[in-house]
Nanobody, 120 residues
């Protein structure tokens, strides 16, 4: 089981970007999916999370600007980021709680991280 994130890059302040993260492998079920970020010198923090039923939760810093969504058929989670500012610069990591085929417990899986830089 692995998560593959994509979509990072360099964006000007006020711009938009969408991140994607797909889970693959022998997956029986996927529960919560989310995005975290880690800026230089700071701890990793939650950005947004979405349940398999579509309930969402956001960090205060991104409310109203970021939207998390998922495609359950593709085991993929998205993060639409609008009105970006330099404080959003960080490595973004996706996370998913996955129950693999043949497994006995849920696994908290992480993607490899994708860099977002917001700068003029």
């Amino acid at each position: 089981v692995q998560l593959q994130a994509s979509g990072g890059g360099l964006v000007q302040p006020g711009g938009s970007l969408r991140l994607s993260c797909a889970a693959s492998g022998r997956i029986f079920s996927v529960s919560d999916m989310g995005w975290y970020r880690q800026a230089p010198g700071k701890q990793r923090e939650l950005v947004a999370v979405i349940t398999c039923g579509g309930r969402t939760n956001y960090a205060d810093a991104v409310k109203g600007r970021f939207t998390i969504s998922r495609d359950n058929a593709r085991n993929t989670v998205y993060l639409q980021m609008n009105s970006l500012n330099p404080e959003d610069t960080a490595v973004y990591y996706c996370n998913a709680d996955i129950f693999p085929y043949g497994g006995s417990t849920w696994l908290s899986s992480w993607g490899q991280g994708t860099q977002l830089t917001v700068s003029s």
